[in-house]
């Protein structure tokens, strides 16, 4: 069984689980669309109120710095503007999720403890991203880009 099936399986298995999406190319491009970037990442210099901080510890230690990063003001009143707020992973997964404002806290937790690689959230409606990479940082920004989103 394949890291992709294995969280395919948990994530039906959740709560209140949120939408797998097969057919990613077109989320991922969006993605790609609505930000510049500078080789494989986000290029943060060319964002809107762009936030930044290291994760210290252990992988699975990060949750609370990650929770204590998003209560932020500024960061947490945007996220909360979203309906739909979709998620991709670097490379592990073959599949995106789209997940509710409701279900996005529980999904987050359960991302950071079962995927590995590069967490993108983000919603294209109100043009932010939440990045957590595995370098150990978590990123948030708002795209300055003004682009035609194809749903």
């Known amino acids: ?54 994760l210290l510890g252990n992988y699975p230690d990060w949750l609370s710095t990650i929770r204590k990063f998003i209560a932020d003001d500024d960061i947490n009143v945007e996220i909360k503007k979203s309906q739909k707020i979709y998620y991709i992973n670097d490379s592990s997964l073959d599949f995106a999720v789209c997940l509710t404002l409701k279900q996005f806290n529980k999904f987050l937790a359960f991302a950071i403890e079962n995927i590995p690689q590069h967490h993108y959230f983000f919603d294209f409606l109100n043009k932010w991203c939440l990045v957590i990479s595995f370098e150990g940082y978590v990123d948030f920004c708002l795209s300055q880009k003004k682009i035609s989103l194809i749903h």
Do not use: C, Y
């Not at 999406?21 to 290029?43: E, H, M, P, Q």
């Open 1 to 54: 069984m394949t890291l992709d099936d294995e969280i395919r399986i948990k994530i039906s298995q959740l709560l209140d689980p949120p939408e797998m999406v097969d057919s990613w190319k077109r989320i991922a491009d969006n993605l790609s669309d609505s930000f510049d970037w500078k080789g494989t990442k986000i290029d943060w210099s060319k964002t809107i109120n762009h936030k930044s901080s290291q």
